[in-house]
Protein backbone atom coordinates (compact mmCIF):
# COMPACT_ATOMS: atom_id res chain seq x y z
CA UNK A 1 0.00 0.00 0.00
CA UNK A 2 0.89 3.34 -0.45
CA UNK A 3 0.44 6.64 1.52
CA UNK A 4 0.49 10.41 -0.02
CA UNK A 5 1.05 13.23 1.59
CA UNK A 6 2.58 16.98 1.77
CA UNK A 7 0.22 18.77 -0.38
CA UNK A 8 -1.41 21.94 0.12
CA UNK A 9 -2.00 25.32 -0.99
CA UNK A 10 1.01 27.21 -2.30
CA UNK A 11 1.22 30.70 -3.93
CA UNK A 12 2.42 31.05 -7.60
CA UNK A 13 6.40 30.62 -7.41
CA UNK A 14 6.42 28.60 -4.56
CA UNK A 15 7.72 24.72 -3.77
CA UNK A 16 6.27 21.85 -2.03
CA UNK A 17 7.79 18.00 -1.11
CA UNK A 18 5.63 15.26 -1.51
CA UNK A 19 5.78 12.19 -0.03
CA UNK A 20 4.90 8.63 -0.71
CA UNK A 21 5.05 5.86 1.73
CA UNK A 22 5.15 2.43 1.08
CA UNK A 23 4.26 -0.88 3.52
CA UNK A 24 7.05 -2.83 2.97
CA UNK A 25 10.41 -2.37 0.89
CA UNK A 26 10.24 -0.24 -2.04
CA UNK A 27 13.86 -1.98 -3.50
CA UNK A 28 12.51 -4.21 -5.71
CA UNK A 29 10.17 -1.62 -7.38
CA UNK A 30 10.19 -1.59 -11.08
CA UNK A 31 8.84 1.52 -12.46
CA UNK A 32 8.03 4.79 -9.57
CA UNK A 33 5.82 7.32 -10.98
CA UNK A 34 4.36 10.31 -9.79
CA UNK A 35 0.72 11.44 -11.56
CA UNK A 36 -1.90 14.28 -11.59
CA UNK A 37 -4.91 15.07 -12.34
CA UNK A 38 -6.42 18.32 -12.70
CA UNK A 39 -9.93 19.21 -12.72
CA UNK A 40 -11.87 18.56 -15.46
CA UNK A 41 -8.76 16.66 -17.34
CA UNK A 42 -8.03 12.84 -17.43
CA UNK A 43 -5.12 12.16 -15.36
CA UNK A 44 -1.38 12.33 -16.47
CA UNK A 45 2.47 11.39 -16.10
CA UNK A 46 4.18 14.03 -14.19
CA UNK A 47 7.43 11.44 -13.66
CA UNK A 48 8.46 7.93 -14.16
CA UNK A 49 11.10 6.78 -12.80
CA UNK A 50 12.33 2.58 -14.15
CA UNK A 51 14.47 0.54 -11.97
CA UNK A 52 16.36 0.18 -15.50
CA UNK A 53 17.30 4.02 -15.44
CA UNK A 54 16.21 6.51 -17.89
CA UNK A 55 14.04 9.28 -15.42
CA UNK A 56 11.06 10.62 -17.80
CA UNK A 57 9.48 13.88 -16.61
CA UNK A 58 6.80 15.88 -18.56
CA UNK A 59 8.16 18.65 -20.47
CA UNK A 60 5.82 20.89 -18.46
CA UNK A 61 7.76 20.00 -15.45
CA UNK A 62 11.22 19.60 -16.43
CA UNK A 63 13.69 21.51 -14.86
CA UNK A 64 10.72 22.21 -11.94
CA UNK A 65 10.23 19.12 -10.19
CA UNK A 66 12.30 16.26 -8.98
CA UNK A 67 11.53 12.40 -7.79
CA UNK A 68 13.59 11.24 -5.18
CA UNK A 69 13.36 8.24 -2.88
CA UNK A 70 15.12 7.07 0.71
CA UNK A 71 15.18 3.27 0.87
CA UNK A 72 15.60 3.50 4.45
CA UNK A 73 12.09 4.99 5.01
CA UNK A 74 10.29 3.43 1.74
CA UNK A 75 9.24 6.54 0.75
CA UNK A 76 9.54 8.04 -2.33
CA UNK A 77 8.96 11.75 -3.03
CA UNK A 78 8.38 14.80 -5.43
CA UNK A 79 9.85 17.79 -5.09
CA UNK A 80 7.81 20.76 -6.76
CA UNK A 81 9.52 24.13 -7.33
CA UNK A 82 8.74 27.11 -8.83
CA UNK A 83 4.72 26.15 -9.05
CA UNK A 84 2.62 27.68 -11.38
CA UNK A 85 -1.17 27.61 -11.01
CA UNK A 86 -1.32 25.24 -13.97
CA UNK A 87 0.22 22.56 -11.51
CA UNK A 88 -2.99 22.21 -9.87
CA UNK A 89 -3.89 18.88 -9.31
CA UNK A 90 -4.70 15.93 -7.04
CA UNK A 91 -1.33 13.91 -7.34
CA UNK A 92 -0.96 10.36 -7.61
CA UNK A 93 2.16 8.17 -6.23
CA UNK A 94 2.56 4.58 -8.34
CA UNK A 95 4.83 1.47 -7.95
CA UNK A 96 4.74 -0.92 -10.27
CA UNK A 97 6.37 -4.28 -8.85
CA UNK A 98 7.88 -7.40 -10.97
CA UNK A 99 4.91 -9.29 -12.09
CA UNK A 100 3.04 -6.30 -13.19
CA UNK A 101 1.08 -5.63 -9.84
CA UNK A 102 0.70 -1.55 -9.87
CA UNK A 103 -0.04 0.37 -6.50
CA UNK A 104 -1.30 3.63 -5.95
CA UNK A 105 -1.83 6.09 -3.61
CA UNK A 106 -4.71 7.62 -2.37
CA UNK A 107 -3.88 11.58 -3.69
CA UNK A 108 -3.07 14.66 -2.33
CA UNK A 109 -3.95 17.51 -3.24
CA UNK A 110 -1.74 21.01 -4.39
CA UNK A 111 -3.60 23.88 -5.08
CA UNK A 112 -1.37 26.79 -6.87
CA UNK A 113 -2.93 29.98 -5.93
CA UNK A 114 -2.10 33.90 -4.97
Known amino acids: QLQASGGGLVQPGGSLRLSCAAS????????MSWYRQAPGKQRELVVA???????IYANSVKGRFTISRDNAKNTMYLQMNSLKPEDTAVYFC??????????WGQGTLVTVSS
Open 94 to 103: SVRWPGGRTD
Open 24 to 31: GSILSFTI
Open 49 to 55: WPSSGGL
